[in-house]
């Protein structure tokens, strides 16, 4: 049985073993950690599962329930099927997903069901389940069981957080515009994230634990930095993610004028 226990560490390690590392020289100084660590970390004294998780879409997810493992569909767990079963393939929507075989196996860290993405969808998650029933022997269904989770949106992170509403908004890293190419420098480099969008940060952060790494995000290559365990906020997710509840609001209040 040593062996055994022995492997599922090292399995556990390598889907949650990201660390934080403390930064406090140039160009760092003033960069300070957020609370938004997805999946789980070493942060800890034990292995914990975390109410934030980073899917292979590239977005960011609070689990709303009271089951927060790791599921089939976090951006790790994509990664460790690559290396570990010779996988290639991509968990971006419901329709793509990987074989049972091709996975970790459960444990307190990891389970093998679906965390949902409401900014992938764009339906809010209480609608989606009125749209899509749970399957049945009596009304079968090829749509997987999602756990209910909520889209990063400022209420979200204030919520789960208990940040102000400023504070949540120092977090947000606005897209990189740089219409006259000018060249970087270490005051005003930016960072590829998982979900398509290129940042700046400020104040300078080493890399997020959503920035891509292959190719590898500008900040690391130029920069010389290991990934944190905390990520980097994308303002346009969270306001994209803002508009699919505030579309489905005026919807229904839309609906409810309408019947009176």
Known sequence: MEPTNRSQDQTEFELHGLQHVDYTVYPYYEYVP???KPCSTLDAPALQPNVFHLLSCGHIVAVDEDDRHCARN????????????????AVGNE??????????????????DDLY?????????ERYKALR???????????????????????????VTGL?????????????????HRGFG????????????????????????NCVDAPQCRGRYSL??????????????????????????NLEAARDREQN
């Open 34 to 36: 957020n609370s938004i």
């Open 74 to 89: 976090c951006q790790h767990v994509v990664e460790w099927a690559a290396i570990h079963r010779s996988s290639t393939w």
């Open 95 to 112: 329709y793509s997903r990987i074989p049972d075989d091709h996975l970790p196996p459960p444990s307190h860290m990891q389970l093998h």
């Open 117 to 125: 993405c409401e900014t992938c969808t764009g339906i809010p998650i």
């Open 133 to 159: 029933p749970p399957t049945s022997e009596l009304l079968p269904t090829a749509y997987p069981s999602f756990r209910r989770c909520l889209a990063l949106t400022l209420p979200t992170i204030r919520s």
């Open 164 to 180: 102000t509403e400023e504070q949540a908004k120092v977090l947000l890293s606005a897209p990189f515009s740089n219409p006259q």
């Open 186 to 209: 270490l005051k005003n480099w930016t960072h590829v994230l998982r979900c398509g969008h290129e940042v700046r940060c400020t104040p300078t952060r080493p890399c997020g634990y």
């Open 224 to 249: 010389h930095t290991e990934k944190q365990s905390d990520v980097v906020v994308c303002k346009e997710c969270v306001m994209r993610a803002e508009l699919v509840y505030t579309r489905y609001a």
